[in-house]
């Protein structure tokens, strides 16, 4: 099953001030993996954000992955900045989402690489050198491994390229914003009430609301 993660810096503070800082974000991805291998199918850093489309082979995987990225990642931001001791660098607990693995899978790994152009951070999405469909423009370089669907960027770049590049509908969006909000599987309905039933997600799929206060 493959899962998209989300982390944020603490109050929205920029993670990645300089080129030095994403690269550096790099580097710690890298050590990561050979501690905590995981496949790592998408990714998109931001300047105070990072999204990743990860796909473990065991159960447990992705929190021993992402624990360990980001407790070292945010202590040696706080060494390189001289921050040691003045609070955390992240805002908390990571966010992740399963999902399916047909077009929804592409769904978001589309999200997750058009998070830029989407910011009006460049004019088109291959051109921001830290994601992994940018990453070939800069001294980025970090493992992508195969997918859990049939990949169209393998058997055509450009039109994967285009497909990036087009407009996402809003609901699309908010819907993607949704699960990553509630950790909600995102899926066909089937496949969702499955999937959230089977990993203890149900509280996630109920609409939120006030609880009614009844008087006695």
Not at 27 to 35: G, I, P, Q
Request: hydrophobic letters at 35%; charged letters at 20%; glycine letters at 6%.
């Amino acid at each position: 099953m493959a899962f998209h993660v989300l982390n944020r810096g603490v109050n929205r503070r920029t993670l990645f001030p300089s080129d030095r800082d994403y690269e550096a974000f790099s580097f710690d991805v890298l050590e990561t993996l050979r501690t905590r291998p995981m496949r790592i199918c998408s990714f998109c850093l931001m300047p105070n954000h990072w999204h990743m489309v990860l796909w473990p082979e065991h159960d447990g995987e992705v929190s021993s992955f992402v624990h360990h990225l980001t407790s070292l990642h945010a202590l040696r931001w706080k060494r390189r900045h001289d921050e040691v001791g003045l609070g955390p660098l992240y805002q908390g607990r990571f966010r992740a989402f399963p999902i399916q693995t047909d077009h929804h899978f592409l769904t978001v790994v589309r999200y997750v690489e058009r998070n830029p152009l989407r910011a009006n951070l460049v004019s088109c999405a291959e051109s921001w050198p830290w994601s992994s469909l940018g990453q070939r423009v800069s001294a980025m370089c970090l493992p992508i491994s195969s997918w859990p669907a049939p990949n169209p960027r393998e058997k055509d770049p450009g039109a994967w390229i285009a497909y990036v590049n087009a407009p996402q509908t809003a609901a699309e969006v908010d819907s993607l914003r949704r699960c990553s909000k509630r950790g909600s599987p995102y899926g066909d309905d089937f496949w969702t009430g499955v999937t959230a039933t089977s990993l203890g997600l149900e509280s996630t799929m109920r609409q939120p609301g006030r609880r009614r206060n009844h008087a006695s």
